[in-house]
């Protein structure tokens, strides 16, 4: 049984602990700062699930993809004309999972990060950000303790440092999202 969860814990625990992650499951983010959250998401998603496909990770744990229910929740959000902002970690991400496209370990690492953080801390936060959070549902799948560990079972300690980057670049665009002009919040109607 791989240790992953044990050698990428500060990497993890340290993108919780951003302030955008505590506005996250705090119940009052704004749609427009969820919407541009999502957005940068969409991107991640969208690679990861078309670079995936060929390597069959999705057959093998059953249809966790995100993508389009990612661009549902957005525009159900988003009401501006133009087009959030792409922050510069999602740019980096996008141009690293580029270079490791061919390599279904280290693909399987974000599988990992990403679907496992929605199928656990994302139920938390599905009931507390705006709009239907169907990035959240997983109803489709059936048990998702059983999902979850068909994603375990793909997974080794070989694929703890490419864990741990794709826990930084969610701490990167945590932080990055916070810097933007956005509105944050939304007033709480006591």
Known sequence: MSKIKELTWEHHKNAERQEFAKL?????ISPD???????NQH???????????PHGIYHDI???RRKKLIEEDFNELWQHKEEPVIVPSTIEYINHMKTI???R??????VYVLYMGDLSGGQMIKKK????????????LG????????IRELITDDMADEAMYVFDSATKLFQELMELDIERTVESSD
């Open 24 to 28: 996250l499951i705090g119940g009052n």
């Open 33 to 39: 700062m969820y919407a541009t959250y999502l957005w």
């Open 43 to 53: 991107k991640k998603y969208d690679l990861l699930e078309a670079i995936g496909m």
């Open 62 to 64: 059953g249809d966790v």
């Open 101 to 103: 496209m061919h390599d």
């Open 105 to 110: 370990d280290a693909l399987l690492a974000h």
């Open 129 to 140: 950000v705006p709009g239907e959070g169907r990035m959240y549902d997983f109803t489709n």
């Open 143 to 150: 048990d998702v303790k059983e999902v979850k560990e068909k």
